[in-house]
């Protein structure tokens, strides 16, 4: 979206929409789907570029409740660390979290200097990273169509995860 935004001439308009998503948390792992009430204490989130959006906010609602039992693990994909949105306040969560939260970013174009995983989400990094499927696992999805349809939704649905029951997008 930034590149898009980047190569706009000024005064030129925009329309911009969203959200458009049917999901609604409450907290304490209690979630409105599509107009279904649903609960889910292991939380996954699979998101890219400026689709972490909704994730962050669903993981500073988890952040904020009290309520121990609902855990958070992310995976979030990236070019490179400067392309990283979010990273203090992400950090912020993962520590005010107690362990609740954990995030692990993925980049496809890293320095030298990064540490952490490189490369592109695949079934490797996602069965590594997020909770495995369970009856009170669920995934959320959102970032490019490439990353969701190429590599996260099949990887996650040949370990388990059926769309529309535990595996959905913002």
Known sequence: MSNILDCIPIGEQVDVQGPMGENVYHGHGKFEIEGKERRFNKISLVLGGSGLTPGFALIGRVVATTDQDVEVRVVDANKSEKDILLREEFDRYDKEGKGRVK???VLSHPSDEWKGLKGYVNADIIKKSLFAPGEESVVFLCGPPGMIQK????ALKDWGYVEDENLFGF
């Open 103 to 105: 995030i692990t970013h």
């Open 151 to 154: 590599a996260a939704l099949p």
